[in-house]
């Protein structure tokens, strides 16, 4: 299984972006995708996650301003980021639970860089 993350970019303080993120490759199902995000010699933390049948959780920091969503059909993951802050700048990772012919697989994708400038 791989993924493909795209969308990042540059933006100022209250803009949008919406990231995006496909999975390939042998894949039976998807339960879980996810967004996280990880800043230079910090942890790598959980901005939103969506299971198949569409129950969400997000970070505190995010409600009400980010949205997950999937298209199962694309095997795709958005989020979408309005009313972005300086201190949403961060590289983000999309994550997924796959099941695949050799069994569970916990796969991540290549960070995509978001920066926001204030």
């Known amino acids: 299984v791989q993924l493909q993350a795209s969308g990042g970019g540059l933006v100022q303080a209250g803009g949008s972006l919406r990231l995006s993120c496909a999975a390939s490759?042998?894949?039976?199902?998807?339960?879980?995708m996810a967004w996280y995000r990880q800043a230079p010699g910090k942890q790598r933390d959980l901005v939103a996650s969506?299971?198949?049948?569409?129950?969400?959780n997000y970070a505190d920091s995010v409600k009400g301003r980010f949205t997950i969503s999937r298209d199962d059909a694309k095997n795709t993951v958005y989020l979408q980021m309005n009313s972005l802050k300086p201190e949403d700048t961060d590289a983000y990772y999309c994550?997924?639970?796959?099941?695949?012919?050799?069994?569970?697989?916990?796969?991540w994708g290549q960070g995509t860089q978001v920066t926001v400038s204030s």
């Open positions: 994550n997924v639970l796959a099941a695949t012919p050799r069994g569970v697989a916990n796969v």
């Open positions: 490759g042998s894949i039976f199902s998807i339960p879980v």
């Open positions: 969506i299971t198949k049948v569409g129950n969400t």
